[in-house]
T-cell receptor, first 108, second 115 residues
Framework: KNEVEQSPQNLTAQEGEFITINCSYS?????LHWLQQHPGGGIVSLFM???GKKKHGRLIATINIQEKHSSLHITASHPRDSAVYIC??????????FGTGTRLTIIP | GAVVSQHPSRVICKSGTSVKIECRSL??????MFWYRQFPKQSLMLMAT?????????EQGVEKDKFLINHASLTLSTLTVTSAHPEDSSFYIC???????????FGPGTRLTVT
């Protein structure tokens, strides 16, 4: 069965802390996505990965294909990073299978 | 980056009426668009895959006669919620897929409230 698991479900941290959100999936994938959803509802695609590591500003995404695991890191976290972060996977086709999301709250 | 718009952003309608939601890819052509529904504090649920020039493919449990999808051009897909009922109240999000890519671009969503 194609499944995506995310942890933690909720994460509260102080401003400036280093944040890690994890995502595991059950079988081989074509691509893995990290998405950000703000309280207003809009979804932004942060990264699409099939191997290795990508960095954009304070955000870093890594993927380990052998271990079927990806992490999203946020360095020097800021209250504006507060959002729901969603891991989503293409299991060999165009449709996305979503993780349950991680609600991140950064306290000033 | 690629931009996808949705209209309206928010709609309130009376029970029994129909509501049309538009999803447009503004700067690229999308042969495939997806329609999702999201309940509060839950993840996105795929309702259907909309393919330009052909019938939409609905996920199991989604009533195709209730949620009509039309993908008449490479930049526009519409979702019509027919005979809406309060239980149809939800957040509806579309995404568009450029040809040959796995990267979906999401619209800002439409919040539907049926009274």
């Amino acid at each position: 069965k194609n499944e995506v698991e995310q942890s933690p479900q909720n994460l509260t941290a102080q401003e400036g802390e280093f944040i890690t959100i994890n995502c595991s999936y059950s079988v081989g994938i074509s691509a893995l996505h990290w998405l950000q959803q703000h309280p207003g509802g809009g979804i932004v695609s942060l990264f699409m990965l099939s191997s290795g590591k990508k960095k954009h500003g304070r955000l870093i995404a890594t993927i380990n294909i052998q271990e079927k695991h990806s992490s999203l890191h946020i360095t020097a976290s800021h209250p504006r990073d507060s959002a729901v972060y969603i891991c989503a996977v293409n299991f060999g086709n165009e449709k996305l299978t979503f993780g349950t999301g991680t609600r991140l709250t950064i306290i000033p | 980056g690629a931009v996808v718009s949705q209209h309206p952003s928010r709609v309130i309608c009376k029970s029994g009426t129909s509501v049309k939601i538009e999803c447009r890819s503004l700067d690229f052509q999308a042969t495939t668009m997806f329609w999702y529904r999201q309940f509060p504090k839950q993840s996105l649920m795929l309702m259907a895959t909309s393919n330009e020039g052909s019938k939409a493919t609905y996920e199991q449990g989604v009533e195709k006669d209730k949620f009509l999808i039309n993908h008449a051009s490479l930049t526009l897909s519409t979702l019509t919620v027919t005979s809406a009922h309060p239980e149809d109240s939800s957040f509806y999000i579309c995404s568009a897929l450029p040809p040959g890519s796995y990267e979906q671009y999401f619209g800002p969503g439409t919040r539907l409230t049926v009274t």
